[in-house]
């Protein structure tokens, strides 16, 4: 069964940086497409980073030039540095990973989801 573990979330202050660490666990696929997501109390869940197997990064234009997302393949890490946070960052950052796949990152084929951090960013 896959696991995926995050951890590195907290309280900032505006302005401050966070990164996040996903540790996947029997996540063997060769072909796939990992994220990070976010969802804030009473909002829906949206994707903030992905990348894929090519190393091919997607962000949405609220956290474009803040955010990257990176991973060590070889430890089967997956992080998420976070800059230029703001109180609108506040939410639930959830990893998540496909089974598989051709490397395409639409919410529909995530299938693996780790339990969350909570980033809160105060200002």
């Known amino acids: 069964q896959v696991e995926l573990v995050e951890s590195g979330g907290g309280s900032v202050q505006a302005g401050g940086s966070l990164r996040l660490s996903c540790t996947a666990t029997?996540?063997?696929?060769?072909?796939?497409?990992m994220g990070w997501f976010r969802q804030a109390p009473g909002k829906e869940r949206e994707a903030v980073a992905t990348?894929?197997?090519?190393?091919?990064?997607m962000y949405p234009d609220s956290v474009k030039g803040r955010f990257t997302i990176s991973q060590d393949s070889a430890k089967k890490i997956l992080y998420l540095q976070m800059a230029s946070l703001n109180p609108e960052d506040t939410a639930m950052y959830y990893c998540?990973?496909?089974?598989?796949?051709?490397?395409?990152?639409?919410?529909?084929?995530?299938?693996?989801w780790g339990q969350g951090t909570q980033v809160t960013v105060s200002s």
């Open positions: 998540a990973a496909t089974a598989g796949g051709s490397g395409r990152c639409p919410l529909i084929l995530f299938q693996y």
């Open positions: 029997r996540y063997t696929y060769s072909s796939y497409c």
């Open positions: 990348i894929n197997m090519d190393g091919t990064t």
